[in-house]
């Protein structure tokens, strides 16, 4: 099982970022995906998350109306659209499979499978 993220960069407040993870060696449909985040001396936390099929979503206070998180289960694809970036939102971003699709999870704990995470700095 493999999860690729990539889409990281170094952008300004205000910008836009659209991160990917494309995930193979996995049914991607029938798992729950999230994205997590990881900035220097803090804990891995969660972002935004999608049920399996698409409809049903969570998203972290500090992102919510900001991010946006979708897939493509048929490009075995899952993306996070981050748009009115903070510098508060710099961090190593991991997109995460989770086998239960019954509830997105918010924990690291619901997900088994963890991609290699991107890094995104924003700053003037």
């Known amino acids: 099982v493999q999860l690729q993220a990539s889409g990281g960069g170094l952008v300004e407040p205000g910008g836009s970022l659209r991160l990917s993870c494309v995930v193979s060696?996995?049914?991607?449909?029938?798992?729950?995906m999230g994205w997590f985040r990881q900035a220097p001396g803090e804990e891995r936390n969660i972002v935004a998350g999608?049920?399996?099929?698409?409809?049903?979503?969570f998203y972290s206070k500090s992102v919510k109306g900001r991010f946006t998180i979708s897939r493509s289960n048929a490009d075995n694809t899952v993306f996070l659209e981050m748009n009115s970036l903070k510098v508060e939102d710099t961090a190593v971003y991991y997109c995460a499979a989770g086998s239960d699709r019954w509830k997105v999870g918010r924990e690291v704990s619901d997900y088994e499978h963890w991609g290699q995470g991107t890094l995104v700095t924003v700053s003037s």
């Open positions: 060696g996995l049914d991607l449909s029938s798992y729950t």
């Open positions: 999608i049920s399996y099929h698409g409809t049903t979503f």
